[in-house]
């Protein structure tokens, strides 16, 4: 299975994307496609459609904008559940101690990742970011 995984602006400024993917490895999750993105809005608007119209989606904007995000697809069993366990609430003062978030995050909008909620959310996030790339198929 397939979980699509986003180190954010904030991760990315503090150079945590290594700490991050070797957790999702020490977890047995597999990378199986790896891409840096440069701050784009039309692409941001459209990959966070689903919160258009929300009060924190103009800000939320502007905090992905300030850099360049990695993104990632993880794969082992249970994918989608076992990421979100490993990142954490969204606010990270709520997160459970050892998650990504409680560790390294700061804020509801500067919480280090994105994580897909779903297994339709991963197929439709891994679509939008790796469309017409080659996926690596891990062995899990």
């Given at each position: 299975?397939?979980?699509?995984?986003?180190?954010?602006p904030d991760g990315v400024s503090k150079r945590l994307v290594g700490k991050v993917l070797s957790r999702f490895e020490e977890e047995g999750f597999a990378v199986a496609a790896l891409r840096v993105l440069p701050p784009d809005r039309a692409f941001l608007e459209s990959f966070y459609s689903m919160h258009r119209g929300k009060p924190f989606f103009g800000p939320f904007l502007e905090f992905m904008l300030e850099g360049p995000s990695v993104a990632a697809v993880l794969e082992r069993e249970d994918a989608v559940a076992r990421c979100r366990k490993i990142i954490g609430a969204t606010d990270p003062g709520s997160a459970?101690?050892?998650?990504?978030r409680a560790l390294f995050g700061t804020d509801n909008r500067?919480?280090?990742?994105?994580?897909?909620d779903s297994a339709?959310?991963?197929?439709?996030?891994?679509?939008?970011?790796?469309?017409?790339?080659?996926?690596?198929t891990a062995k899990i």
């Open positions: 299975m397939r979980t699509c995984l986003l180190i954010k459970e101690p050892g998650t990504l500067r919480n280090l990742v994105h994580a897909s339709e959310s991963a197929r439709r996030e891994i679509e939008i970011l790796f469309a017409g790339e080659e996926l690596e």
